[in-house]
């Protein structure tokens, strides 16, 4: 029985990882620190599921507290790590910027130090599609230029792709880094716009639309996003010889045993199209209160999802229509809000 360490294991990505780990016959020790960024009792019901699993430990805490994983990595030696906590968010990172840099870059660089004690034959780290930031070649291709963050959300989490391939060059440690695009499903984020808009719609109240209408998301469904993760766990990147060369189109590093992955849908879905799949599934219309771009905030993002193809044969397939379905669906049945009102 192989034994897996999950960050943000109450988390909405975490969650699901954990499950499908523990699905598979992982042992899973899960560690989150349980924060208010939005209802504690969202996460609780997740880790109280995950708690009927024999094989998974929760344990609560911050991944900045000093010592406290260098202590799980000592006690359980995870083959595997999935570091998926994180301070989320691109307009609360403008509100509260220090939490992003002490649970994103600190937190990672604890994970890291903790990696390099007791070394896991392969890490997982969650970066962001924010990484790509001003840069409008689109789909986005992992091996593209991202230098211009637009957000200190994204800024964080680019420094932590450059800290973990300095340790993975440093101390040979296998590091995949993936970044995935507008994660949404059952049990999502209530700050995401999926939650955000379900619950407008169908209590008659408007929501805000900015850019006027005029984004574009690739919106994955989450269980599509978790089945890249599963199968990235046994693609396990390695240091190239003396003098070779990754092939065109892989991001791994020329230097060390890292590579960064896309994983999204490979579709860009207009905004307004993602509102008429709510409508669609809650059978109500939307009303829409139209304003600007908000700060830190990008027009587009559109995945290259072709590397991860190539390395797993996988290819996320959910469709809005059909992932919305299923929101709804799971949204009034957590809420009690079957009938309409």
């Known amino acids: 029985m192989r034994t897996a360490l999950v960050t943000g294991s109450a988390g909405f990505i ?3 990882t954990a499950k499908r780990l523990l699905d598979d016959g992982f042992r899973v020790i899960g560690l989150d620190a349980m924060t ?3 209802d504690v009792a969202l996460k609780q019901r997740r880790h109280d599921m995950l708690m009927h699993y024999p094989g998974f430990q929760a344990v609560i805490g911050r991944v900045e507290e000093p010592g406290l994983l260098l202590g799980l990595f000592e006690t359980h ?3 595997v790590v999935i570091h998926l906590a994180a301070q989320a968010g691109v307009r609360y990172s403008i509100e509260a910027p220090r939490a992003y840099l002490e649970s994103n870059i600190t937190g990672t660089f604890d ?3 903790a990696a390099r004690a007791f070394p896991p034959a392969h890490m997982l780290l969650a970066s962001t599609s924010s990484v790509y930031g001003a840069n409008t070649d689109m789909p986005y291709t992992e091996t593209d230029k991202a230098d211009h963050q637009m957000s ?5 989490k680019k420094a932590t792709e450059s800290m973990a391939h300095s340790y993975a060059h440093l101390f040979d440690l296998p590091v995949t880094m993936f970044r995935f695009f507008t994660v949404y499903g059952p049990w999502g984020r209530p700050d995401m716009a999926p939650y955000k808009f379900t619950s407008a719609i169908l209590e008659g109240r408007k929501i805000d639309v900015y850019n006027y209408g005029d ?3 690739d919106f994955t469904y989450v269980e599509d996003l978790v089945e890249g993760i599963r199968l990235l766990i046994d693609t396990v990147p390695r240091r190239p010889a003396m003098g070779e060369h990754p092939e065109p189109g892989d991001s791994l590093s020329p230097v060390a045993p890292w590579r960064v992955i896309n994983i999204g849908n490979s579709d860009a879905v207009q905004l307004t199209d993602f509102i008429a799949a709510i409508e669609e599934a809650t059978g109500r219309k939307a009303k829409c209160n139209l304003m600007p771009i908000q700060p830190g905030d990008v027009p587009a993002t559109w995945a ?6 190539k390395l797993t044969g996988y290819a996320p397939k959910t469709t809005v229509r059909e992932g919305m379905a299923r929101f709804v669906e799971w949204y009034r049945e957590y809420y009690g809000a079957a009938q309409e009102r």
């Open 152 to 156: 200190f959300y994204a800024a964080t």
């Open 111 to 113: 994970l890291l130090e």
């Open 304 to 309: 290259n999802a072709e590397l991860l193809k």
């Open 36 to 38: 208010d960024y939005y």
């Open 215 to 217: 984004m574009k998301r």
């Open 14 to 16: 975490g969650y699901y």
């Open 77 to 79: 030696r995870p083959e």
